[in-house]
């Protein structure tokens, strides 16, 4: 009864190599976002989307791309890996007017050789 | 520019006392505020929030107060036990999908 899951757990890949993480949840909500936990335990938001918009945070390269094939599913797809991609990475999700409480995946722990 | 802070990186007490988290935010936009629970390997899990109209929230053993003119929040756990040692999260948010979060403070405590 997970409500929100990612897949894989760990990803082990080589820089230059492209990559997807996959995120669904079950709580029937609108909107899924994307962290990212870097090397100092700050977590950031990449992006917000919901069925209507899709917000990205400035600072995210055009590399990093969700993709979203329902309203249950915001999929995580990164071009060209580098090693400064290595963290983890959490999908998130929440529902209504509000929208202020979110509910957090288990994490992709996502290394880069 | 880190608008939410966590300036204490880890907290020990004792069982059955009262842990206290800080947290420090700049951005005056920010309205509404949360705390989020992370146990190692998993996802932070939703604590307790606040919204700035008011100054106390309450759940529990749970409280969270909020210092408009200070800045300044904090999360009260009364009386502390073993299962709440974990990352302890405060976020901010100053829209609908936006939010900021600090760095995180370790809390431990010992039976």
């Known amino acids: 009864d997970t409500a929100v899951s990612q897949t894989p757990k760990y990803l082990v890949t080589q820089m230059g190599n492209d990559k997807s993480i996959k995120c669904e949840q079950n709580?029937?909500?609108?909107?899924m976002y994307w962290y990212k936990q870097d090397s100092k335990k700050f977590l950031k938001i990449m992006f917000s989307y919901n069925n209507k918009e899709l917000i990205i945070n400035e600072t995210v390269p055009n590399r990093f791309s969700p993709k979203s094939p329902d309203k249950a599913h915001l999929n995580l797809h990164i071009n060209s890996l580098e090693l400064g991609d290595s963290a983890v990475y959490f999908c998130?999700?929440?529902?209504?007017?509000?929208?202020?409480?979110?509910?957090f995946g288990p994490g992709t722990r996502l290394t880069v050789t | 520019d880190q608008q939410v802070k966590q300036n204490s990186p880890s907290l020990s007490v004792q069982e059955g006392r009262i842990s206290i988290l800080n947290c420090d935010y700049t951005n005056s936009m920010f309205d509404y505020f949360l705390w989020y629970k992370k146990y190692p390997a998993e996802g932070p899990t939703f604590l307790i929030s606040?919204?700035?109209?008011?100054d106390k929230n309450e759940d529990g053993r749970f409280t969270v107060f909020l210092n408009k003119s200070a800045k300044h929040l904090s999360l009260h756990i009364v009386p502390s036990q073993p299962g709440d040692s974990a990352v302890y999260f405060c976020?901010?948010?100053?829209?609908?999908?936006?939010?900021?979060f600090g760095a995180g403070t370790r809390l431990t405590v010992k039976p």
């Open positions: 606040i919204s700035s109209i008011k």
């Open positions: 998130a999700s929440s529902q209504g007017a509000s929208r202020r409480v979110q509910y």
């Open positions: 709580l029937g909500h609108d909107t």
């Open positions: 976020a901010a948010s100053a829209a609908v999908n936006d939010m900021r």
